[in-house]
């Protein structure tokens, strides 16, 4: 793949995740199998490729429809155009099971009564956040919160 091979990035700018590439592909190998550096390389590469062999295709057949926005039916005629035709079902069936989690996780955001706080509380929520984050990240026992920070935790537990 040639550096500049996508429009105005570099091939960094278009890599994926290596830590999670490396666990996805870990998680799909039996345990006993070890898998070379090089070989982990080489694989994310490819999905790299594939990702951009979808969506080149898939933005050639929504503009053969007269289309500004790539639609999840134009990924699926991609894959068929391209000869994936035999996964359509599982990616369509994996497409269905996020617009259903997306769904749950925007309706629990609107359904949480956050916003009854005041600024202050949330403020001092939000500082002990980041104070136990802060002692996860160090290892590190957290003071005990202050009686403001204890009142606005309380709020936040309750409406949660």
Excluded: W
Aim: proline share 4%; with cysteine; hydrophobic share 40%.
């Amino acid at each position: 793949m040639d550096p500049m091979d996508i429009v105005g990035k570099t091939k960094e700018d278009a890599s994926l995740p290596k830590a999670t590439m490396t666990k996805i592909i870990k998680e799909m190998l039996p345990p006993d199998v070890r898998v070379a550096r090089d070989a982990q390389d080489l694989l994310i590469e490819c999905c790299v490729e594939f990702i951009n062999l979808i969506s080149s295709e898939s933005n050639e057949v929504c503009n053969r429809e007269d289309k500004r926005t790539i639609a999840p039916e134009h990924v699926l005629k991609a894959l068929e155009v391209l000869g994936f035709g035999e996964y359509i079902e599982e990616v369509y069936a994996a497409y269905e099971q996020h617009k259903l989690e997306t769904v749950d996780t925007v309706r629990a955001g609107k359904c949480s009564n956050v916003a009854e706080m005041t600024e202050e509380e949330a403020l001092a929520a939000q500082q002990r956040m980041f104070a136990e984050a802060r002692a996860r990240m160090n290892r590190v026992v957290a003071a005990p919160p202050k009686q403001q920070d204890s009142e606005a935790e309380q709020k936040l537990d309750s409406q949660l």
